[in-house]
T-cell receptor
Framework: DAKTTQPPSMDCAEGRAANLPCNHS???????VYWYRQIHSQGPQYIIH???NNETNEMASLIITEDRKSSTLILPHATLRDTAVYYC?????????????FGKGTHLIIQP | NAGVTQTPKFRILKIGQSMTLQCTQD?????MYWYRQDPGMGLKLIYY???????DKGEVPNGYNVSRSTTEDFPLRLELAAPSQTSVYFC?????????????FGSGTQLSVL
């Protein structure tokens, strides 16, 4: 699975859109981009995933660049409860049995 | 919907003691996983299972054992607990299919070995 690079921390004002970047310059054609988040002391929570096209669900939007070498997770109206560590993970289709690799992620702090 | 249930939530062990962390899921997922997370770090995979009767080692399996006798249950056994095993343990499950690997995590077990 391709390696990802994320900033260690970011701040965002409450009510604003939080844009979390992820670099995955070595991504292969059959690899998906997944985003999870971990609120303090809880288990990670799935947010969204995508292959090529932009994706949106009730939690967030995922924007993947045309060359697929980077992506951005957008939380449209951040609230204090969105303060968490956000993990960007690249994973090949069908995955395999060995789970997802969680790095250190981005610690997003929503400021009141 | 219970999802993934882990017990206990907290435990303190003395060096050399043993214990079993319980994990059960009610989503009929085929894959199950055990991760550990040390303070300020990402998650590291201990063991995983692709189905009942099949288990395999992850990145950090030493000092642990697992079994998967049913689809629902995936207990993690610590033999001869050591201070290095002080960590938060998360169990997860997923239905692995084409392009869809949403992992569902339990709420974790915080273990201290003193």
């Amino acid at each position: 699975d391709a390696k990802t690079t994320q900033p260690p921390s970011m701040d965002c004002a409450e009510g604003r859109a939080a844009n979390l970047p992820c670099n995955h310059s070595t991504i292969s054609g059959n690899e998906y981009v997944y985003w999870y988040r971990q609120i303090h002391s809880q288990g990670p929570q799935y947010i969204i995933h995508g292959l090529k096209n932009n994706e949106t669900n009730e939690m967030a939007s995922l924007i993947i660049t045309e060359d697929r070498k980077s992506s951005t997770l957008i939380l449209p109206h951040a609230t204090l409860r969105d303060t968490a560590v956000y993990y960007c993970i690249v994973r090949r289709a069908g995955g395999g049995a060995d789970g997802l690799t969680f790095g250190k992620g981005t610690h997003l702090i929503i400021q009141p | 919907n219970a999802g993934v249930t882990q017990t206990p939530k907290f435990r303190i062990l003395k060096i050399g003691q043993s214990m079993t962390l319980q994990c059960t899921q009610d989503m009929n997922h085929n894959y199950m996983y055990w991760y550990r997370q040390d303070p300020g770090m990402g998650l590291k995979l201990i063991y995983y299972s692709v189905g009942a009767g099949i288990t395999d080692k992850g990145e950090v399996p030493n000092g642990y054992n697992v079994s998967r006798s049913t689809t629902e249950d995936f207990p993690l056994r610590l033999e001869l607990a050591a201070p290095s095993q002080t960590s938060v343990y998360f169990c997860a499950s997923s239905w692995v299919g084409q392009g869809n690997e949403k992992l569902f995590f339990g709420s974790g077990t915080q273990l201290s070995v003193l």
